[in-house]
C-alpha cells in the first residue's frame, strides 16, 4: 500500500469544521482512501472512503483533490465528542483483507 | 445487535507465562481479524480468519504466536513464553463476510501487560 503522510496532531474548537489533511502521494490508480478514527480505550471505527469523487456520509465529508496525492477529511460541526486519533488509509481492494495504520492525527476538539 | 467483544478487557502477566485473549466477533461474521498496537501507535495486523481457516497469518511477528477459530465464530489468541516487548493492546475486528470492501468493526481491545 502507499504511504501516508498526516499532521500528529490538530486542535479545533467545538462547533467548527475539523479539516484534516493526508498525503498519499504515491498512490496507484486503484488505491482507495480510507479513513477511520480511534476514541480512547475504544477500537478503530470506520469513518468512510472513496476512489477520486468526493464522498459524503452521516459522520463526515472527504474530498480528494484531482491528482488524487492528497485528501481532506472534513467534520463539519466538530463536537468534543469527535476528539480521537484519525487515520488516512490506502489501499487497494486486491492487495489483501488487512488495514495498514499509520501514526495519524489526534484531533484535540477545545470547548 | 452486540458489537465485537473481547476478553479479558485486562491481562497482567509476568514474562514466560502462556496467554490466551478472546475475541467473540459480531454474529453473523465470517471474517475475523487480530491487530495489535503498541503506545502511540496505530494498529498493527497479525492475522485474518475466513470461516475457521487462518486466510493470512502474514503479520505474526513469530512462533511464540497463533490463533484458533475452530467453529467460525469465536476467536482464541494464543501467545508463548511472553516477552515484554508482546506488552501491547490486543484488538479483535469482525466484517461481514470477508469481502475487502467490508467494513471492519474493532472491539475495545486487551491490553496485555508482561511484567
Known amino acids: 500500500d502507499a504511504k501516508t503522510t498526516q499532521p500528529p496532531s490538530m486542535d479545533c474548537a467545538e462547533g467548527r469544521a475539523a479539516n484534516l489533511p493526508c498525503n498519499h502521494s504515491?498512490?496507484?490508480?486503484?488505491?482507495?482512501v480510507y479513513w477511520y478514527r480511534q476514541i480512547h480505550s475504544q477500537g478503530p471505527q470506520y469513518i468512510i472512503h472513496g476512489l477520486k469523487n468526493n464522498e459524503t456520509n452521516e459522520m463526515a465529508s472527504l474530498i480528494i483533490t484531482e491528482d488524487r496525492k492528497s485528501s481532506t477529511l472534513i467534520l463539519p460541526h466538530a463536537t468534543l465528542r469527535d476528539t480521537a486519533v484519525y487515520y488516512c488509509i490506502v489501499r487497494a481492494h486486491d492487495a489483501g483483507n488487512m488495514l495498514t495504520f499509520g501514526g495519524g492525527t489526534r484531533l484535540m476538539v477545545k470547548p | 445487535g452486540a458489537g465485537v467483544s473481547q476478553t479479558p478487557s485486562n491481562k497482567v502477566t509476568e514474562k514466560g507465562k502462556y496467554v490466551e485473549l478472546r475475541c467473540d466477533p459480531i454474529s453473523g461474521h465470517t471474517a475475523l481479524y487480530w491487530y495489535r498496537q503498541s503506545l502511540g501507535q496505530g494498529p498493527e495486523f497479525l492475522i485474518y480468519?475466513?470461516?475457521?481457516?487462518?486466510?493470512?497469518d502474514s503479520g505474526l511477528p513469530n512462533d511464540r504466536f497463533f490463533a484458533v477459530r475452530p467453529e467460525g465464530s469465536v476467536s482464541t489468541l494464543k501467545i508463548q513464553r511472553t516477552e515484554r516487548g508482546d506488552s501491547a493492546v490486543y484488538l479483535c475486528a469482525s466484517s461481514s463476510s470477508g469481502l475487502v470492501t467490508d467494513t471492519q468493526y474493532f472491539g475495545p481491545g486487551t491490553r496485555l501487560t508482561v511484567l
Open positions: 504515491t498512490i496507484s490508480g486503484n488505491e482507495y
Open positions: 480468519f475466513q470461516g475457521t481457516g487462518a486466510a493470512d
